[in-house]
């Protein structure tokens, strides 16, 4: 459990990215729009309170700080609701590609936005905790998005929340 709750952090993060500065805001929505289907299923199976949903809207915020290990578990949740985590409890590479391409990304982004996932969890495998870890992989990735400068507009989290 441990192991897939480290992917799903890393497969939330594939949802939320984007192939180019441009396009990604597109993207991004589309593919956040798969992820917040399953929102209110973990957040009733989890019991978390509403500072993990406060977490999640402010998940593309560089300056906040995502400290909550609940928030890992959350989006371990949400990943293994989509069927993005094999049977060995890992991200499954193929189907979170297929999960990016069908909101919209080409094989190259799909393929680099995994990678940039593996590359995260790689990072933090050592976090034997899996909640933590996958909060740690969930802020990896987020950064890197940010550095790509593809990280989603705070209009675009607003359209997306109120959609």
């Known amino acids: 459990m441990a192991d897939s709750r480290l992917r799903l952090a890393c497969l939330l993060c594939v949802i939320f990215a984007a192939g180019s500065v441009t396009a990604s805001k597109e993207l991004i ?3 956040s729009t798969g992820f917040t289907k399953v929102v209110d299923q973990c957040k009733t199976e989890l019991n978390v309170g509403e500072h993990i949903m406060q977490d999640m809207y402010n998940f593309w915020r560089e300056e906040y700080e995502l400290v909550n290990r609940d928030l890992g578990c959350m989006i371990m949740c949400m990943a293994v ?3 993005l985590i094999g049977a060995d409890q890992k991200m499954h590479h193929g189907k ?3 999960f990016a391409k069908s909101h919209g990304a080409d094989d190259a982004v799909a393929k680099q936005l995994v990678g940039m996932i ?4 790689n990072t933090h495998q050592g976090v034997e905790d899996g909640c933590s870890r996958t909060l740690e992989v969930a802020k990896c990735f987020r950064t890197k998005i940010h550095e790509l400068k ?3 507009s705070m209009e675009v989290v607003m359209e997306e929340i109120m959609a």
């Open 29 to 31: 929505s589309k593919m």
């Open 81 to 83: 609701k989509l069927d």
């Open 96 to 98: 979170a590609e297929d």
């Open 118 to 121: 593996h590359d995260c969890e």
């Open 150 to 152: 593809w990280a989603p």
